[in-house]
């Protein structure tokens, strides 16, 4: 009787495994493409600051760093040359992360209940407006000079 226990426990496992294997791929997979896009994503609270500081809004990156889809937007948008120029131009950049400790916080506050979400704010934290999402870099950046 045990060695069947054992081997139900065995095959528990195996799913528990790959879903966790399948998690840290997606993680080093989002973690390169957030590279790639050669941006620096701040902390909400200090792009915050700087965007106050220096007169400019500040575009907030909700995503999650296993989500495909996120990935997506930061390989084939954020990565645009001229979404990049558009960003560093206009913008403070800050990335919150879903699985981060400021992620609970901003959901509430933002009625943000999905990823990857773009949203507009003033220095003081003020929404301005919600980006829609697009995987097509023109348009993206046209979206950022309105």
């Given amino acids: 009787m045990n060695r069947k226990w054992l081997r139900y426990g065995a095959y528990a496992l195996v799913p528990v495994a790959l879903y966790f294997g399948y998690v840290e791929v997606q993680t080093r997979r989002g973690m390169a493409a957030m590279a790639a896009t050669e941006l620096q994503f701040r902390p909400l609270a200090a792009a915050l ?73 003033d220095g003081d934290g003020a929404l301005l407006r919600k980006l829609p999402i697009t995987f097509d870099p023109a348009a993206f950046a046209a979206a950022l000079k309105h």
């Fill in 49 to 121: 600051v700087q965007a106050k500081a220096a007169g400019k809004p500040v575009l907030a990156d909700f995503s999650a760093i296993w989500c495909p889809t996120c990935r997506r937007l930061h390989t084939e948008v954020f990565s645009d040359p001229a979404v990049k120029a558009a960003i560093n131009a206009g913008y403070v950049l800050s990335g919150i992360d879903y699985e981060s400790a400021e992620a609970p916080a901003f959901m509430a506050k933002y009625d943000v209940s999905s990823f990857p979400s773009l949203l507009v704010l």
